[in-house]
């Protein structure tokens, strides 16, 4: 009896700490993925909430992180004067689907199904109208409705374009688990999500034929899925800031994280003392928890911002051209790349890349801003960003068709991009369509 006693003990021991390990790291990510301004109310969160942690005084400048390198150097961090923030508008999750060049057929009665859907995508990311009424009064089938929606929902973000929240879980579990995990989500979420709610986690797991710190392990996943996946994308005003300086001087570019308000954090030496010296088992427990949070929280702030510079540096080792001002196109980059370089995951690299700013001789940018795609025409790779400037050029005071702008593109670029492409460029670019450019030219003429 004691000893059955004394492997449950140790089984709820083993559990607890699994669930801690999965909170830190989701936490950690999340973390990386913050901007500065969400970093700053979070690290206030914890300052709140911790007595462990406290503010280190800020008397000394940044430890200078060390890279190798003649053309670099990295210097401590600072408060440049009179950084203003800037006030950005994000786009809407049916902006960002109009302007997806997979999402673009050739097809008139697709795209025009396609229109119709992503029109009809509310702020959430949910498809909210009546098929069966738009099958009825366009004329369309059911099936070809469908078989949109389910392109619609491989290409948007993960979620978007269900039609409930039970199918965004769905479609999110899908993108982001293994085949086993994903049919144990798909049964937890169609049949046994009430038992689970009451933690029946071993009945759920004999039903399905496993164990149950899988069957935990996945509900876990799910249970960080969002029910609104296009709230993230819903319109909203907010000030960016950037994180990283870049300067330019002479064959030489520094990069300097900037401190915009992110508190250094350190260890508060007294309570740090009245853990060592307690004999008191709760507050010693306390103390101890309060304590790897912190320690954890140093490193994960830390972690972040090594990995933001790291990825810096690999973006200006290929986009060094544009840094110096010797070239405003953009090389292919793609977060694989930078990812291989700097050995991490690149889902890793999206999350640090994700809302973060820097400021450059030629502004502030998005990081993403030089992550570009590419052609390649066998000897060169020509970058997306050189590609929409020749189309910019052609299209000028010109009503040449986009099949025409494919054609210009192949002679004096040699590489072949789509008609369907240089329509999305077009359009990102606020370039209107051939039609409409002869009567404004044809207006032009008249006046």
Known sequence: MMAEQKFKQNANIKLRTNIRGVMKVHEALRILAMPAI???????????????????PDKEPDEQL??????????????????????????????ILK????????????????????????????????????????GHSLDDINKIIKIIQETAPAGVGARSA???????????????????????IKEFY??????????VARELKTESDIVYEVWEKLSRYTFSPGANFAPKAHYITPEISIRAD??????????????????????????KETDDKTTREYLKDKMDEANWLIKAIDERRRNIIKIVREVIEIQKPFFFKESENLKPLTLK?????????????????????????SGTFPLKYFFSGGYSNGKDVISTTQVKNLINEVTHQSAITDLEITEIIMEKLKIKVSRRAVAQYRKQLNIPSSIQRKKILKNMDTN
Do not use: H, W
Not at 70 to 91: A, W
Not at 337 to 361: C, E, F, H, M, Q
């Open 166 to 188: 039970e199918e965004a879980i769905l479609l999110c579990a899908k993108r982001d688990l293994g085949d086993e995990e994903f049919r144990i989500a798909e049964a937890i």
């Open 194 to 203: 009430p038992m689970l709610k009451k933690r029946k986690f071993g009945e």
């Open 66 to 95: 060390d890279y190798t390198g003649s053309d670099f150097s990295v210097s401590g961090s600072y408060d440049p004067p009179n950084i203003e923030q800037l006030k950005t508008e994000d786009k809407t999750i049916r902006e």
């Open 250 to 275: 002479g064959n030489q570019i520094s990069v300097t994280p900037l401190k915009n308000g992110i508190p250094k954090l350190s260890i508060n030496q007294e309570y740090a003392s009245m853990l």
């Open 38 to 56: 969400d970093l700053r109310e979070t690290i206030q969160g914890y300052l709140a909430s911790n007595p462990i942690i406290e503010e280190k």
């Open 337 to 361: 790349d930078v990812a291989g370089r700097v050995g991490l995951a690149t889902s890793t690299v999206s999350r640090a890349v994700n809302s973060k700013y820097i400021l450059t001789p």
């Open 99 to 138: 302007e997806d060049p997979q999402l673009y057929f050739e097809d008139e009665a697709e795209q025009e199904i396609l229109d119709y859907l992503i029109g009809n995508i509310d702020d959430n990311g949910f498809i909210i109208c009546d098929l069966c009424e738009f099958s009825e009064q366009s």
